[in-house]
């Protein structure tokens, strides 16, 4: 699976219709959908779809087509985003009328070339599961656990100062491995 970072955007035409794909991280999707819908006034149909992983690692998606008739954007556009085996993305294609119908096979293959054309220009990142972890140290060992979090890709996402220093960490299983053996002796896991 594959996820990304960036916001990419690529236009197709077709028959004097433009379609315009905005292919973003799921977080950004209200937003973008609201902006774009405010961006874009005289805009006809505005199709999105999304895919993202639950906190039961479960893919949940969706698709809209928008007042276009049933079958002909929305699930195409997320046809791509499964096929690219994409995930925690969302795609919006602003989508302008020029007069001539397109058919329901045109219209299928527009919004698939246009969100296709978005995703060739994407640069995707490879998932990798991440855990969150708490452990604790002693003051004097800070610098060196911030050190050791840096230099193997650990995130600290939350840090706690009481009797001991605690830290919620988020990192891929391989490099919580990797921090546990740096600092064997320094750290202790929580949960």
Do not use: W
């Amino acid at each position: 699976m594959f996820y990304i970072t960036s916001h990419f955007t690529a236009t197709y035409e077709e028959k004097q219709s433009k379609f315009i794909a905005h292919l973003i991280p799921y977080k950004s999707y209200d937003e973008l959908l609201a902006a774009l819908k405010a961006e874009h006034p005289k805009a006809r149909h505005f199709v999105t779809s999304y895919r993202y992983l639950n906190e039961f690692d479960q893919i949940v998606e969706n698709s809209n087509d928008d007042g276009e008739p049933k079958g002909t954007s929305g699930k195409p556009t997320l046809c791509v985003l499964q096929g690219n085996e994409l995930i925690n993305a969302a795609v919006i294609v602003v989508r302008y009328f020029g007069g001539t119908k397109l058919g329901t096979g045109g219209l299928v293959r527009a919004y698939s070339d246009a969100v296709n054309m978005a995703v060739r220009i994407a640069q995707l990142h490879l998932y990798k599961k991440e855990i969150c972890q708490m452990i604790s140290f002693s003051y004097s060992d800070m610098g060196r656990v911030e050190y050791e979090c840096s230099k193997l890709g650990v995130s600290v996402v939350e840090k706690f100062f009481e009797a001991e220093v605690r830290f919620k960490i988020q990192a891929e299983q391989e490099s919580l491995k990797a921090l546990h053996v740096a600092l064997e002796r320094v750290i202790a896991t929580l949960s």
